[in-house]
């Protein structure tokens, strides 16, 4: 799986995690504390949008790559990124489709990702916690360097999640339960930074938001 890809896949996973309805166990800890609480709020949680800030790491780069924009979410299977720096750079998955327009770079590429989708489903949205152990080594805390957030780690045991991310970590709002950041590390070492802000819950969506423009790519 390409880093483009992952990206969206990992963010539609995130989006959904607490989804499942599975009860917490007699021995739970701060994760399933987390989990819990999350699965009767995102139960109500049918759109979302906020704004984002994307840094990227690189043995090949002397400092991080910087992007920004704006992401929308339509459950169960509908994210868009649209960057603002760079321009017009546009990330869409839509059920088992994903579509990336860079015009500027003369890019504009279809992938089925209904595997991947596949996989987001049986390791991440049909997993109660103690399923979701048996794919990640995870841990929760108190985050030091996110004040007034949780920190979640979540490490892949399994060599096919592996392959696409060796690493992810979640900053999660104590209060609102809301996504503050997601960081990614892939199996090459690189990682990938996004921080979230003006987020809204269940906002109306237009039609135009999942829709990309044949003729301008916007």
Avoid at 58 to 80: D, F, K
Wanted: proline share 5%; charged share 20%; aromatic share 6%.
């Amino acid at each position: 799986m390409n880093v483009q890809r992952a990206i969206a896949v990992t963010l539609c996973a995130v989006l959904v995690l607490a989804a499942s309805s599975e009860p917490r166990s007699a021995k739970s800890d701060l994760f399933d504390d987390i989990y819990e609480r999350g699965q009767k709020q995102n139960a109500a949680l049918k759109t979302l949008t906020a704004t984002f800030t994307e840094s990227s790491t690189s043995s090949l780069l002397t400092t991080p790559i910087v992007a920004r924009g704006t992401v929308a979410v339509e459950r169960p299977s509908r994210v868009v990124l649209r960057y603002t720096e760079p321009a017009g750079r546009i990330l869409l998955i839509d059920a088992e489709t994903l579509t990336l327009v860079w015009p500027s770079a003369h890019i504009r590429s279809v992938s089925d990702i209904g595997a991947a989708q596949r996989r987001v489903q049986k390791y991440f949205i049909d997993s109660s916690p103690a399923e979701l152990r048996t794919h990640f080594q995870i841990a929760a805390r108190e985050a030091q360097d996110r004040p007034g957030t949780y920190l979640l780690t979540m490490t892949p045991k399994r060599k096919q999640i592996q392959q696409g991310l060796t690493g992810l970590e979640l900053w999660i709002d104590r209060a609102s339960l809301m996504l503050t950041a997601m960081k990614m590390t892939f199996p090459n070492g690189d990682t990938k930074l996004m921080t979230f802000a003006d987020v809204k819950v269940n906002p109306p969506l237009e039609r135009s938001v999942f829709t990309i423009d044949a003729a301008s790519g916007r």
